[in-house]
């Protein structure tokens, strides 16, 4: 079928428009259109690439997270290395480098840098032929890293075509170029705090290892084998400088960020030019005072001569250009001594090595136990029991053991041995392909049915009143429980009697099971614990399905059309309701009256408006409010984006105030936010 003119017209100008709305959005923080709006300029151009799918483009924004999963990475090699650079830790070490700059170009007067704050993050390279986002690679080696252009596509801030920016738009300081033929340009992708804190908060819920910190973070996401997962991650960039460039010519390192702007290419708003040794050492001050309250982890700055002219006469070392040095800001360690090495067993059966530490102050935080991720990082870092390790934590990151003291050791330490049998049922250990953690493949593990009944009754879930882990744990030990079922199966007399049950508890806690039966989908979709399923998933799910039945039958094909699930996700459900042990259990449950609500959208108040919370509130737990919005047809998020109409704010509000304000989203207190729920 021929394609009409009109309709390649109306394709290419679609294309424009949402790439320069992504542009408003993602890199200035300044949408001028509504969500609605925007959804119907891309299911116009996915409806006109359907029906013509001759039209497909790789830059169309519709192919941002159009990739299958890849069994593993190809390799991409940089044409210019993208080298690492020497490091700087005080203010000595700072004016030495400006001193050996002076002394290779034989000047005397001050030296033009230009600062910018050290992303802790992952650096990448973005290759554009004729402005066409080409592919992309992580930094590697160096000399070649792996090809991660389908992940970095799923990146809103990295524009799939440069230029396409109104000069209304720009910047004041935006240079305008024209496009060169071939662009290497290299950035750091980098995951808020904010989005670390909600990843994190997703994964204690599914019982899946704590990413350490941000880098680590967003090092894993962009490294997913299936796009669809990275996509689900809010990655961020910043874009900070070029390999090899053909067709347009630059002086000095600033008019390459300033045409970075005009090319629409996001460029870190901290970054300054400053003369001289002593202004960089006063914006190397300022940025250490700003550090704990940017919206993500810097760990120092980057500086760099300004003048290009200059970088070939200074050359370069080995594996580091003379013209550049990060300075860092000093970390926050202290040194313990590391006593043993546990193993937890969470309810997906993941096996964690934990540090068990003299207890030491970190930013003013006792330390007692530390992750140490999994066994690998173990022989990585050469750790042993018994040695004298140095410990970090920043701001909510969880503590890591970051290395060990080999010269404090006295012989007596002993080397860790990963046992290959879980350490609570003996199972033997399984290696997950692809996967650093070993997990234990017993379902009927009793630190995993432990820790998934305790999932199970958990307020999200199935929020059973009164049945914390104290009495999970107490009931386990009776035997009054084996399973998730056998809670709608107590009776009063099983409880009288027990520890911590006074007169009228067992009749009370009786009732609440009973109440708990009468539960939404959604809410027992995420209770039952399938892996990758947290609460966002668990309500696709029942969207989709509406009832329980539905679900249990569905196929890997019907699960995988759901936007938000990806195949590993669909693997994990099918997986799940394949196994008759799951099943059997369900029709327990159902069987004592357990009956899930089909899914249904609630009529109320609140409906067609998006709430998040941020800051203390009075009234009730940040859970109850939450509920509450749901319960009368609201919907709730965990960030703030242009998706979202309401931001609550409680007693000292984080960030998420400051992102409202800057999009101009509507900000509420408590008691506003109770007179529109009618509790005033």
């Not at 999994?374 to 969880?398: F, L, T, W």
């Not at 104290?470 to 099983?494: C, H, P, Q, S, T």
Request: aromatic share 8%; net charge neutral.
């Amino acid at each position: 079928m021929k394609v009409p003119e009109e309709v390649k017209r109306r394709v290419e100008e679609l294309r424009r428009e949402i790439e320069y709305h992504n542009y408003r959005y993602y890199v200035l923080d300044s949408p001028i259109i509504s969500d609605a709006e925007y959804d119907r300029l891309m299911r116009e151009l996915q409806q006109f690439e359907e029906k013509y799918p001759e039209l497909i483009t790789p830059d169309s924004p519709t192919q941002r997270v159009g990739a299958k999963p890849l069994d593993r990475f190809p390799v991409m090699k940089h044409s210019i290395p993208m080298l690492s650079l020497d490091d700087a830790f005080n203010e000595e070490e700072a004016r030495e480098f400006d001193k050996r700059i002076k002394k290779l170009l034989e000047v005397t007067g001050e030296i033009e840098y230009v600062c910018e704050p050290k992303m802790d993050g992952l650096a990448v390279e973005i290759i554009y032929e004729n402005g066409i986002f080409l592919k992309g690679g992580t930094r590697g080696d160096g000399y070649e890293g792996e090809d991660v252009s389908n992940n970095l596509k799923t990146i809103k801030a990295i524009p799939l075509k440069l230029g396409l920016i109104k000069d209304k738009d720009l910047p004041k300081d935006a240079v305008k170029k024209g496009i060169p033929s071939v662009l290497e340009v290299r950035g750091e992708v980098f995951m808020t705090k904010e989005e670390f804190k909600r990843i994190n908060k997703e994964r204690e819920k599914e019982g899946e290892p704590l990413f350490a910190n941000p880098r680590n973070a967003a090092s894993g996401s962009l490294r997913q084998l299936d796009p669809s997962i990275t996509a689900s991650r809010n990655l961020d960039i910043y874009f900070y400088g070029i390999g090899r460039c053909e067709g347009v010519k630059f002086s000095t390192h600033e008019e390459i960020l300033k045409t970075f702007k005009g090319w629409g290419l996001k460029v870190n708003p901290l970054i300054k030019k400053v003369n001289g040794i002593d202004e960089v050492i006063e914006y190397h001050n300022e940025m250490g005072k700003k550090r704990e309250d940017l919206p993500y982890e810097i760990d120092g700055i980057v500086v760099k001569v300004n003048n290009l002219e200059y970088y070939e006469k200074l050359g370069q070392k080995t594996r580091s250009p003379r013209w550049a040095f990060a300075f860092k800001f000093p970390p926050t360690q202290e040194v313990t001594k590391l006593l043993d090495i546990v193993l937890q067993v969470g309810r997906t059966g993941a096996i964690t090595p934990v540090a068990i530490l003299e207890p030491v102050k970190v930013s003013g935080v006792v330390v007692k136990k530390a992750t140490l991720h999994n066994p690998d990082e173990i022989k990585r870092k050469g750790i042993k029991i018994g040695d004298y390790v140095v410990v970090q934590r920043a701001g909510d990151v969880i503590p890591e053991v970051v290395k060990a003291i080999p010269e404090r050791r006295t012989g007596k330490e002993k080397e860790f041995v990963m046992p290959d049998r879980c350490p609570v049922c003996g199972e033997k250990i399984y290696y997950p392909p692809d996967e650093a953690i070993p997990r234990c493949p017993n379902i009927n593990c009793p630190q995993k049915i432990k820790e998934s009944i305790k999932h199970f009754t958990s307020r999200n879930a199935m929020d059973i009143e009164g049945l914390g882990k104290e009495r999970v744990n107490l009931f386990i030990e009776k035997g009054l429980i084996k399973d998730m079922a056998d809670i709608f199966y107590l009776k009063e007399e099983d409880l009288i009697g027990l520890p911590g049950f006074a007169e009228k508890a067992p009749k009370k806690l009786i009732e609440a099971i009973e109440t708990s039966k009468d539960v939404p989908l959604h809410r027992f979709i995420y209770a039952l614990g399938i892996r990758n399923i947290g609460e966002h998933a668990a309500g696709l799910l029942a969207q989709k399905f509406k009832t329980l039945e539905n679900l249990m039958k569905a196929k890997y094909e019907d699960l995988i059309e759901i936007e938000g699930i990806g195949p590993e996700t669909a693997r994990c459900v099918v997986e799940f309701f394949s196994s008759e042990r799951n099943i059997q259990m369900i029709q327990k449950m159902l069987k004592a009256g357990v009956k899930p609500k089909p899914y249904e959208k609630k009529e109320g108040k609140l409906k067609g408006l998006t709430f998040v919370f941020t800051g203390a509130l009075d009234s009730f737990s940040r859970g109850e409010a939450e509920k509450i919005v749901k319960e009368l047809g609201g919907e709730v998020a965990s960030s703030v984006s242009k998706k979202v109409d309401v931001v609550v704010v409680g007693k000292e509000p984080g960030s998420k105030l400051e992102k409202a304000k800057s999009l101009g989203i509507k900000t509420i207190s408590e008691e506003e936010f109770l007179k529109m729920i009618g509790k005033k």
